[in-house]
């Protein structure tokens, strides 16, 4: 009988484990790392934003669930006897292929994005600064290479045109779930074999909570796409304010056109538009939501102090 071991942490990983359950074949362990990890392209330990209880997943399903530490400990967890498949959905290390080779049937990631576009980091974030129309989940199977495996199958969905990062998270998580239920079974039986994926490559860097700093001097479109693609569950846009820091969790761009004369970062209330503005390098926008390190929503303060500006150095 096929057994799948589980690599993952996140809410894809808790998807791609309940369609497993689902299609009848036994899921032997999840291997897990916290809500915070060591990784090669940060000296800090990386937050993991979609973090999600494994753990609490496996204890109520009866699955055994191992805290990572090394792939050698992982092994020597699994009594030398590694399932038949591991499936790696909401990962964030490489994969060795001395670990691969463990598995007869190798290893299968989960990528969100239509390989080979956004090969590499934060695929999803950037189908939304890269101002793409459509993306999706991709199943491959994962070589030495970054995201270049041959592919299983590839789920679409469309990019709207003022789509959320949070949307597509949902969006990418049911496809993910999607792809199991419709491939794994052809998988176990060798039935559905990979094939070679075409196409011109494109590469996504990794990035960083730090790179959603907010520049006023930027027009007002390209702003709100920052603040789209930063959103929840990722830790949002930023800017400072009075020596503070400010998360912007929502803004929009007004229906019609407003001409402002004012700095960049400059806070205002006009009559055509009920809520705040903030004047940027081209037009203005919307603040809908913001909030202080608290989370406490601070619109109220801000409307009280129009005319002054977010700091823009």
Known sequence: MAEILLLGSTDVTLAVGEAVLATGVKLT?????????????SNIPVTNSRFADVAGWCSARGVQFIPFQSYEKMLEEMKGAPASLCLVAGWYHMVPRAVRDCFPLGAIGFHASL??????????????LTRLRETGITMFQLTDGMDDGPIFGQRRFPVTEYATIGELVSDSVSASEDLVR????????????PMPQVGTASYALQRRPED?????K???TE???????????????????????VIIWKTGLPSERILVAG?????????????????????????????????ESIIGHLKKNTQRRFDNS
Do not use: M
Not at 278 to 285: H, R, Y
């Open 29 to 41: 362990a999840v291997v897990s790392v916290g809500d915070s990890f060591s990784i090669s392209y």
């Open 115 to 128: 390989l080979p576009l956004l090969r590499g980091g934060a695929p999803l974030n950037w189908a939304i």
């Open 182 to 193: 419709e491939l794994l079974p052809g998988i176990l039986n060798g039935h559905v074999r």
């Open 212 to 216: 959603g700093r907010i520049d006023w």
């Open 218 to 220: 930027h027009p007002a």
């Open 223 to 245: 702003i709100d796409r920052l603040v789209r693609a930063t959103g929840k569950p990722y830790p949002g846009a930023f800017t400072y304010f009075e020596g503070r820091k």
């Open 263 to 295: 700095s960049a970062g400059q806070l205002c209330r006009l009559p055509e538009v009920e809520g705040l503005l903030v004047v940027t390098g081209s037009g203005v926008l919307e603040i809908k939501d913001a909030a202080n390190e608290s989370g």
